[in-house]
Antibody
């Protein structure tokens, strides 16, 4: 059974940093690309970033480019999102999602429960 | 980044058929198609259809996806109370090198 468990969310002041983690199990982690997708309270889904199976291809939404960094550790079956210079508009539930293929252009087929990030002074 | 266009809401009666639409352009939906996701309140999204219109294992045969040009559609037949949820489409945009989502459609089953 595919399991994705996010952690690292919380309340943070504007301008500060936060690092999210996602622990994956139930599938061969290094065969698949991974994504972060967020959902602001009461709003729709927004793709944040994706990383290919071997970290060779990485993509970001314009809204986070230059501030967020995605990475993965295939030895630890883990995905990360380093978030710097956080803004109020980054407040959202952040989902870790498994891609259906090795490429970041493939759709997400499994999602975690999400970790809540609140940016407020 | 420009997203895909979905109607905000659709209402249909029990056991009726609902067709949800998702409009993009030749760089996204028209290029590789759109995936469909269902999200119930308080739960994470669930994949209903891959971009090639195939259903993942365990997804009801009452759901079918299709595409015509730059518009993708999800048809749900024999509507049940549990079909009431938010539905999102997603696609890879080759010009943006980014994934784009639709704004979501809230399906109400009357």
């Amino acid at each position: 059974e595919v399991q994705l468990v996010e952690s690292g969310g919380g309340l943070v002041q504007p301008g500060r940093s936060l690092r999210l983690s996602c622990a994956a199990s139930g599938f061969t982690f290094d065969d698949y690309a991974m994504h972060w997708v967020r959902q602001a309270p009461g709003k729709g889904l927004e793709w944040v970033s994706g990383i290919s199976w071997n970290s060779g291809s990485i993509g970001y939404a314009d809204s986070v480019k230059g501030r967020f960094t995605i990475s993965r550790d295939n030895a630890k079956n883990s995905l990360y999102l380093q978030m710097n210079s956080l803004r109020a508009e980054d407040t959202a539930l952040y989902y870790c999602a498994k891609s259906s293929a090795y490429s970041i252009s493939a759709e997400e087929d499994y999602w975690g429960q999400g970790t809540l990030v609140t940016v407020s002074s | 980044q420009a997203g895909l266009t979905q109607p905000p809401s659709v209402s249909k009666g029990l056991r009726q058929t609902a067709t949800l639409t998702c409009t993009g352009n030749s760089n996204n939906v028209g290029n590789q198609g759109a995936a469909w996701l269902q999200q119930h309140q308080g739960h994470p999204p669930k994949l209903l259809s891959y971009r090639n219109n195939n259903r993942p294992s365990g997804i009801s045969e009452r759901l079918s996806a299709s595409r015509s040009g730059n518009t993708a559609s999800l048809t749900i037949t024999g509507l049940q109370p549990e079909d009431e949820a938010d539905y999102y489409c997603s696609a890879w945009d080759s010009s943006l090198s980014a994934q784009v989502f639709g704004g979501g459609t809230k399906l109400t089953v009357l």
